[in-house]
C-alpha cells in the first residue's frame, strides 16, 4: 500500500517503554472509512483476508455488524477520525465543514446523534458515565452493541428507564459467547 502512496499508521504501537508504562492490551479497534467527508462506514468488519486468519483456531464463522451513515454524523466520525491520525502522526487533517446545502436546517425539527467514542486512556467511571448520559438523553432510539454486556444496576436502570418513556432500545450482543 506504501508503494501506491497511501499513507499508513500505527495506532497504539507496542515497543518496550509501553511494556512499562502502559497496560499491553489497550488497543484501538475502531474500524471506520470514510468516503468524501460525507459518507461513514463503521462496525465489527476487520480488514482481513480470510485465507490468513486463524484457519486452525476452530472458532467457526462470525457475523460483522457494518454501518452506512451520511451527512452531520459522518463528519463528527471524520472529527474522531482525524484526532487518532493527529495522536499518531502529529499532523492536523480535520474534515472541512459540512456543505450546508447538504442537509438545511429546518424551524421546528431537531435532529439528535449521538455518537459515543471510547478511548482507551479513559478511565472506567469516564466510560461508565458516558453510557449513562446516553442512555438518559435518548428521545428516539439508543442502541448499544457490545460483545460483553454486564450493565450496573445504574445503567440498567438508566436502560429500563429509556425503553419506559417510549425510546426504541435495542442491545445487539453475540448469539454465542
Given at each position: 500500500?506504501?508503494?501506491?502512496?497511501?499513507?499508513?499508521?500505527?495506532?497504539?504501537?507496542?515497543?518496550?517503554?509501553?511494556?512499562?508504562?502502559?497496560?499491553?492490551?489497550?488497543?484501538?479497534?475502531?474500524?471506520?472509512?470514510?468516503?468524501?467527508?460525507?459518507?461513514?462506514?463503521?462496525?465489527?468488519?476487520?480488514?482481513?483476508?480470510?485465507?490468513?486468519?486463524?484457519?486452525?483456531?476452530?472458532?467457526?464463522?462470525?457475523?460483522?455488524?457494518?454501518?452506512?451513515?451520511?451527512?452531520?454524523?459522518?463528519?463528527?466520525?471524520?472529527?474522531?477520525?482525524?484526532?487518532?491520525?493527529?495522536?499518531?502522526?502529529?499532523?492536523?487533517?480535520?474534515?472541512?465543514?459540512?456543505?450546508?446545502?447538504?442537509?438545511?436546517?429546518?424551524?421546528?425539527?431537531?435532529?439528535?446523534?449521538?455518537?459515543?467514542?471510547?478511548?482507551?486512556?479513559?478511565?472506567g467511571r469516564s466510560h461508565h458515565q458516558a453510557l449513562l448520559?446516553?442512555?438518559?438523553?435518548?428521545?428516539?432510539?439508543?442502541?448499544?452493541?457490545?460483545?460483553?454486556?454486564?450493565p450496573s444496576d445504574d445503567l440498567l436502570h438508566a436502560i429500563?428507564?429509556?425503553?419506559?418513556?417510549?425510546?426504541?432500545?435495542?442491545?445487539?450482543?453475540?448469539?454465542?459467547?
Amino acid at each position: 500500500m506504501r508503494n501506491a502512496g497511501i499513507e499508513v499508521v500505527e495506532a497504539l504501537k507496542v515497543n518496550l517503554m509501553r511494556v512499562f508504562l502502559r497496560r499491553m492490551d489497550l488497543r484501538q479497534h475502531r474500524k471506520m472509512i470514510m468516503i468524501d467527508n460525507y459518507i461513514a462506514y463503521t462496525g465489527s468488519m476487520n480488514m482481513v483476508d480470510p485465507r490468513y486468519f486463524k484457519q486452525d483456531a476452530g472458532v467457526g464463522q462470525w457475523i460483522d455488524l457494518m454501518a452506512r451513515m451520511e451527512g452531520p454524523i459522518a463528519t463528527a466520525m471524520g472529527i474522531i477520525y482525524s484526532c487518532d491520525w493527529e495522536i499518531e502522526t502529529g499532523k492536523r487533517i480535520l474534515p472541512p465543514p459540512p456543505d450546508v446545502n447538504i442537509m438545511p436546517f429546518e424551524t421546528g425539527q431537531r435532529s439528535h446523534h449521538s455518537h459515543n467514542c471510547f478511548w482507551p486512556r479513559l478511565s472506567g467511571r469516564s466510560h461508565h458515565q458516558a453510557l449513562l448520559t446516553a442512555a438518559y438523553s435518548a428521545r428516539e432510539y439508543l442502541i448499544m452493541t457490545t460483545p460483553y454486556f454486564v450493565p450496573s444496576d445504574d445503567l440498567l436502570h438508566a436502560i429500563c428507564t429509556a425503553a419506559q418513556r417510549g425510546v426504541d432500545v435495542s442491545i445487539i450482543l453475540p448469539r454465542k459467547k
